[in-house]
Nanobody, 117 residues
Framework: QVQLVESGGGLVQDGGSLRLSCAAS????????TGWFRRAPGKEREFVAS???????KYADSVKGRFTISRDNTKNKVLLQMNSLKPEDTAVYYC???????????WGQGTQVTVSS
């Protein structure tokens, strides 16, 4: 089992930036697919970005060109750099890993991101 802890959320103005961090304990993230998801108030959880075991990255269309997912192998973290934030990016952001299957089956508790207009 791996424990995931997200951090870096907060309140930022429209057009601002934040960097989210997903720290893992119990297992290395270096060779495991890790993803970021978000849930906005009143909406379903949605995919944001992922990085595969081979470092292949994938993004939701809504964040392409603004968000960047990367690994910090020395610290066993996966980062999400979020630039040009918009009010519609407001959500709780979760990281997750594919531990036992090709599905994201191990989740963190989430970190709140609020973008004010």
């Amino acid at each position: 089992q791996v424990q995931l802890v997200e951090s870096g959320g907060g309140l930022v103005q429209d057009g601002g930036s934040l960097r989210l961090s997903c720290a893992a304990s119990g297992r290395t993230l270096n060779n495991i697919a890790t993803g970021w998801f978000r849930r906005a108030p009143g909406k379903e959880r949605e995919f944001v970005a992922s990085i595969g075991w081979s470092d292949f990255t994938k993004y939701a269309d809504s964040v392409k060109g603004r968000f960047t997912i990367s690994r910090d192998n020395t610290k066993n973290k996966v980062l999400l750099q979020m630039n040009s934030l918009k009010p519609e990016d407001t959500a709780v952001y979760y990281c997750a890993v594919q531990m036992f299957s090709n599905e994201f089956d191990n989740w963190g508790q989430g970190t709140q991101v609020t973008v004010s207009s």
